[in-house]
């Protein structure tokens, strides 16, 4: 038995914590400031302006027992160090300034049918098939998408969705994109905190996503640092924006 400490609710989340986050590192949140002032103001419309100029730190030992004890979740909260946390899509909304979001009912839609061929030729420039036949690409190439569309990727991959391979477009990121460029109506709650859950159940191979949200609802919810535990900003190169000179289309 491991010796009971307030940081694991069980031996299993401590047995968690040392193989998969002991050791990891993470990749956070990146800021996100596009010059082109049609894309700024989308992204102000949708309500995401106050969560992607949020400061991109956070305290690294929370938010790898926030992700340990989330085999002992319940409700979308999680136990640790005495305090129930929550990450539903509402305690994120509300955490950033985004109460009221709701995913439309198009989007809905969308997420239980999606039609890929809609969808690549909205993405893709040139004749570039994706889908799931012989001999189509099961992702897309960053550099086979629109102008309109890379902007948006890299939107997701550093703020909603972040991650640091940026070459390929997986089919979750590229159903996201579609629904902003067709201006269907999202849930940026959801978006995270489904993001968040994508990686829980995941095989945990890759770094641990999501710092800086994490760090906010644990702080907010009210869990406390330790007094030898500093907030850090790990080393997250900025994606920059290249050969993208257009605003949105109308």
């Known amino acids: 038995m491991v010796e009971e400490v307030e940081e694991f609710i069980s031996d299993e989340a401590y047995s968690i914590w040392r193989r998969h986050y002991s050791n990891k590192g993470f990749i956070a949140e990146r800021k996100f400031t596009n010059p082109i002032s049609p894309f700024t103001e989308m992204i102000e419309q949708g309500g995401w302006g106050t969560f992607c100029k949020h400061q991109k730190s956070g305290f690294e030992a ?10 002992g979740r319940k409700d979308n909260t999680v136990y640790f160090r005495g305090v129930w946390v929550p990450y539903s899509s509402e305690a994120i909304n509300q955490a950033f300034g985004m109460e009221g979001q709701k995913h439309g009912s198009k989007f809905k839609k ?7 061929e809609k969808i690549a030729r909205k993405l893709i420039a040139g004749k570039v098939k994706w889908g799931h036949g012989e001999g189509e690409k099961k992702v897309i190439n960053r550099g086979d998408l629109t102008e309109e569309a890379k902007v948006w990727f890299y939107f997701l991959a550093s703020v909603f969705v972040p991650t640091r391979h940026v070459c390929t477009v997986r089919e979750q990121e590229a159903i996201l994109i579609y629904a902003i460029l067709k201006g269907y109506k999202l849930n940026a ?18 770094l641990i996503p999501h710092l800086n949200t994490i760090t906010v609802l644990c702080l907010k919810a009210g869990v406390k640092a330790h007094w030898d535990e500093e907030e850090e900003i790990p080393k997250t190169s900025p994606l920059i924006l290249t050969g993208v000179s257009k605003g949105p289309r109308n």
């Open 189 to 206: 709650g959801a978006v995270i905190e489904n993001s968040i859950m994508r990686y829980h159940e995941g095989n945990k191979r890759g």
């Open 62 to 71: 929370i938010v790898k027992e926030f992700y340990s004890n989330m085999v």
């Open 110 to 116: 969308l997420l239980v049918n999606p039609n890929k």
